[in-house]
């Protein structure tokens, strides 16, 4: 997704702008750039297609000031218009004074070009970006400044984060969001920023405070304001101590992020469990304090909504959530229930899954199930994201930033928040009974240390597997009950890190269809737990995958001697109650994945067409 930064302060701007856009590459771009002032008010614009390096060599070609104090930079993930020099952002009005970057989509950019043509505004890109800054130039010159910017987009649909540099107002930046992307300021030492997310503040400062829809802020080195973008109402914010360390979003010695947060697994469940579940097993959540307890004891459905890997979490939090409380469960992908008319009330919780907080099919989603009265709770990564905002109460994953676009650490963290959900509703509802409950929770404080033992056996025994499969192009993965959806996980992984197909299936399904595909050329790796109530059932589709010269991988229990027996190759995982095995059992799936990218040479944490939040429709 498009990536924003602002600044203004006594720091050189331009080393601030890249550093800034250097920490959100991770969002996925395809060109990026940068306007700033110098100390003369002169404005000086640059932005190339390609990676952010081109801009830098932009920069150093031209005579680009040094002492420049405020500026704005952009990188962007293209919806309208190729990736060129031209459809980069920032965008300049006629007169060259004004400079708009922007997230999000303008829907009436149409017929607004149309009028601001017939007014005599020359465009120059393909973009829907560049009207806004033409209809800010255009009301500009009938209402002061910043009133403009209000009158400008009252005439916008759409949605939008914006930032905008203009050189006749040289001591300000203003900040608008109308559900775009989230902005978030920091408040540095005699400066301010403004950027799309957390990561590229880190190591400037640790204050922040989030825009929510329809605000408008004005920024200055040492002061702001923020309003009510229509209104000119004033608005206080409440300032957020973001703990993350500037190192915790770099690399830390691995040769790519994806590495370090698979790696950096335990830790993340350990720091999301800290707190909320003590040693004898019992759960204390107080995030749910912000719901009605009659409600929390009564409500008769969960509804879990999310996209991609967040949405494979959530299918695993059926079979916790059935199991222990005994309530249906339903799950929907966001981008479907959204436009479905769905039917959820008063009497269910919806409960929406995003390790951003910032995918804009469940930000919509979770908006319509409030519409219909519907209790909702989010489990998200990002402190004060949109969908945070929006839910009526939030358990956070403390797995800390998550920047390779495959989600890993986010996804583990994702199950351990929903056994926490889930053990502490139990406890609220008094189902099961409390000694089984209990130790369920005393199990769950345990897998921080089974999955730090996995990974560092895993670490030997994969390579020589990827090797082997990773000129295959097509994978089959298999799995059953609650290890379902951590084929569909396995497989996820797999395409989008390393574009080779892979589907994951539950595998009674594989007779009904895909036993078709099977031959010598399309492995079938297989999820085959011997403690699983499933095992005797996956043992039987091995064979039968066996009997058509399919190739087959099975993620085995330690010492499984049958299980050797019937498959090609085998990853051994601790054996593990069935109920926790996911957070285990995907730990092989993504070290596989990540081997064979590898060997691929592929760009592993900015996987091509991929970005890691996504923000448009
Ligand atoms: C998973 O590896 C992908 N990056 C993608 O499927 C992702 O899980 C999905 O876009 C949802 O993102 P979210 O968790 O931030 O909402």
Redesign the pocket.
Known sequence: MCGIVGYIGEKPATAVLLDGLQKLEYRGYDSSGIAVLDHSHHLHISKRSGKIQNLVKSIHQFHWPQSCYIGIGHTRWATHGQPTDENAHPHLDCSGTIAVVHNGIIENYHELKQHLQKQGHIFKSQTDTEVLVHLLEAEARHNAWPQAVGEALKKVRGTYSLVILNQKDPHHLIGVRKGGGGLVIGMGKQAMFIASDVSALLGHTHQVFYLDDGEMIILEKQAYQVMDWETQKLRLKQLLTIEWTPQQAEKGGYAHFMLKEIMEQSKAMEDTLRGRIDAAGNTQLVELSKINLKFLKTFHRIVIL?????YYAGLVGKFIFEDILKIPVEIDYASEFRYRDPVVDAHDLVLAI???GE?VD?LVAIREAKSKKSKTMAICNVLGSSITREADAVLLTRAGPEIG???TK?FTTQVAAIWLLALELARLRRTPTVSRRLQMGRHLLKMPIYIEQTLQALRKTIKPLAQRFSRYDHFLYLGRGINYPIALEGA?KLK?ISYIHAEGYPAGEMKHGPIALIDSQFPVVVLALKSSRYYEKIISNIEQVRARSGPVIGILEKNDSLGQQKVNFFIEIPTIEESFSPMISILPLQLLAYEIAVILGREIDQPRN?A???TVE
Not at 306 to 310: E, L, Q
């Open positions: 999310a996209c991609g890997t967040s995003s390790q951003s995918t469940t676009v495959a989600s986010a996820l989008e991929l890691k939040s996504v």
